[in-house]
């Protein structure tokens, strides 16, 4: 039998915390020797107390989410934007989405987020994007329901009238993708291009509304409507088999 007295007890809250501190230091998936080596344990007691990675990660990304709902408590920015994994399921392989502000934590205009578009615009997507709930409710937009694609005018819309951002390096979305059923996929979305069709009606009914958007939001909504119309070409031209016969409904959609 093993007692485990108050110095074992904290055993697992250590590894917990050299988790915590080596994600923060950029390290999204560390190793279990990594961990270990920081928390000045041995890898046995990591295999007692968690078994497998997969069961440390769960609990590792579990506290991580409750100090994120702690430290939001006292952020009164508009937006929050923070890094988020993929997760292959054909290969088990990871990559992480991280922007790189010129610094974390501060307060941004949307003016400035665009400044620094290719370094920031990997994490402004549907998984890295929080609204204040006071903003979003106040601000009165409902996304369209019943369809897919959604997620993009999320990710534009309400953002896009944001009047501050800040970026936060802690990650607590992880987006699993590789398979085909997916929304993402090219013939998916063929199939499904009336939903696409109709978040991008969404997007540019926002044309007429530029004036009301604050500083650098006019910049961001043509920046993000931009990519999703030429992601919406490019499916429809490359993937459609009918992309002949679709030439009219291409059209309704032509800037």
């Not at 665009?114 to 601000?139: A, P, V």
């Not at 043509?222 to 031209?237: D, G, N, P, W």
């Amino acid at each position: 039998m093993i007692i485990i007295g108050r110095k074992s007890r904290n055993t697992d809250q250590a590894l917990i915390k050299a988790g915590i501190e080596l994600i923060a230091q950029g390290n999204y998936d560390p190793t279990v020797r990594a961990i270990c080596t920081l928390a000045n344990v041995n890898q046995g007691m990591f295999v007692y107390y968690f078994g497998f990675k997969e069961e440390y990660m769960k609990v590792l990304f579990q506290k991580i989410y409750e100090d994120y709902l702690s430290k939001l408590q006292d952020i009164d920015t508009d937006v929050i934007v923070t890094p988020y994994q993929e997760y292959d399921v054909r290969n088990g392989r990871t990559k992480d989405l991280i922007a790189k502000p010129l610094a974390y934590g501060r307060n941004y205009d949307l003016a400035e987020v665009m400044d620094q578009w290719s370094t920031c615009h990997m994490d402004l997507h549907f998984w890295g994007i929080t609204y204040r709930t006071d903003f979003y409710q106040k601000l009165g937009h409902e996304l369209v329901e019943g369809v897919f694609y959604e997620d993009q005018e999320y990710a534009t819309v309400p953002m896009s009238y944001a009047h501050s951002v800040c970026f936060l390096p802690d990650m607590v979305y992880i987006y699993r993708v590789g398979d085909v059923n997916q929304s993402v996929f090219g013939d998916t979305q063929v199939k499904r291009r009336s939903h696409l069709e109709k978040v991008l009606e969404r997007l540019l009914e926002q044309e007429k509304k530029q004036e009301q958007m604050p500083t650098g939001g006019a910049r961001y909504w043509r920046k993000k409507t931009a990519m999703v119309v030429t992601s919406y070409y490019q499916i429809m031209l490359l993937k459609n088999k009918d992309r002949w016969g679709d030439r009219q409904r291409l059209q309704l959609h032509k800037s």
